[in-house]
């Protein structure tokens, strides 16, 4: 199968990148600046007679993402992983901003899941799974535009899989919790300390488990609509 994967140069895309792959999957990862973990991922799987094409792109783009899908040739299952993060009191948040978040986390989503719907539509098969967050189900202080966003997300994905699934397409989301990821390496010691006893099962994520989530909803017939909470039981 053909699987794209937006913002897939590291952390949690990096690891689903790999996983679909390593399945036997046709990879595209896309990625916006240079990187050198995924080209050196892409080298290394096709040693082992795996398939991963790193693609720029530029996800808020309509453009970017039409070139993206012609150069995959189309699309069985798309990841949305493509996301930014940004702390800030909400009177300190500009407009520029929000609206650059939303772009990334948002319409980028809507951007390749209307293009990936053309080809799943015809084929009568699909599946797009959609990244969030644990804040865009309980909110975030400091991050309303965050949050915000990855709300948009959850909705965005009920509505989306309530029109594709007559097409035979689930649409689903995760919502990971506290991950191990470049995203949160400006949280000191002790704040990750905190977040760790905070979680029930007493550790911080790693990009693998929610790479996991994503291969289970990739095979489910039956699922569709959903938001997965991937976060060993933080923010119950």
Request: charged fraction near 20%.
């Amino acid at each position: 199968m053909t699987v794209i994967v937006t913002g897939a140069s590291r952390g949690i895309g990096l690891s689903i990148a790999e996983s679909f792959a390593r399945r036997g999957d046709r990879v595209f990862a896309t990625y916006k600046n240079t990187t050198h973990t995924l080209p050196a991922l892409s080298e290394s799987l096709q040693k082992d007679g795996f398939s991963l094409t790193p693609v720029f792109c530029d996800v808020t783009s309509e453009a970017s993402i039409k070139e993206l899908f012609e150069v995959a040739g189309g699309c069985d299952i798309l990841i949305n992983n493509a996301g930014i993060a940004d702390f800030n009191l909400l009177s300190d948040i500009t407009e520029k901003l929000w609206d650059k978040i939303f772009d990334t986390n948002l319409k980028s989503a809507f951007l390749a899941s209307r293009e990936a719907s053309r080809y799943m539509i015809a084929k009568k098969w699909g599946r797009i799974i959609n990244i969030s967050s644990v804040w865009g189900v309980v909110g975030a202080s400091c991050e309303a535009h965050y949050s915000a966003s990855k709300a948009g997300l959850i909705g965005f994905t009920r509505a989306l899989a309530k029109e594709l699934g007559p097409s035979g397409i689930t649409v689903n989301c995760i919502a990971p919790g506290v991950i191990e990821t470049d995203m949160n390496e400006h949280l000191s010691p002790a704040d990750m300390a905190a977040l760790c006893e905070e979680t029930p099962l007493g550790r911080i994520g790693k990009p693998s488990d929610i790479s996991h989530a994503a291969l289970f909803l990739a095979e489910a017939d039956f699922i569709t609509g959903e938001t997965l909470s991937v976060g060993g039981g933080f923010g119950m």
